[in-house]
């Protein structure tokens, strides 16, 4: 089992600067990849950023030279840093990981954090 809490949402001004926080407890030492979702109303979740063990990243093409992923492994925590934010960044910001047990491969989900940009 492992337990995701994101912190960090809240209400921003275009151009400004968010940082999320995503805390892992539970079987930690199991989790592989890490990364950000985002879901507007009618929207499908879509992948932000994602990070892997081995600290290779990868982004959404939207956010892609704005938004910054990273890992903290000894403190069992995810980041994203959010420069430049738009209209369009207005989401739920979900935290996932995935973890391998007995070789079975499974996902965990926080329970999202708020994001809202606007002026």
């Known amino acids: 089992q492992v337990q995701l809490v994101e912190s960090g949402g809240g209400l921003v001004q275009p151009g400004g600067s968010l940082r999320l926080s995503c805390a892992a407890s539970?079987?930690?030492?199991?989790?592989?990849?890490m990364g950000w979702y985002r879901q507007t109303p009618g929207n499908q979740r879509e992948l932000v950023a994602g990070i892997t063990s081995g600290g290779s990243t990868n982004y959404a093409d939207s956010v892609r030279g704005r938004f910054t992923i990273s890992r903290d492994g000894a403190k069992n925590t995810l980041y994203l840093q959010m420069n430049t934010l738009k209209l369009e960044d207005t989401a739920v910001y979900y935290c996932t990981a995935t973890a391998t047990y007995w070789g079975d491969l499974r996902d965990y989900w926080g329970r999202g954090t708020q994001v809202t940009v606007s002026s």
């Open positions: 539970g079987s930690t030492r199991r989790i592989n990849n």
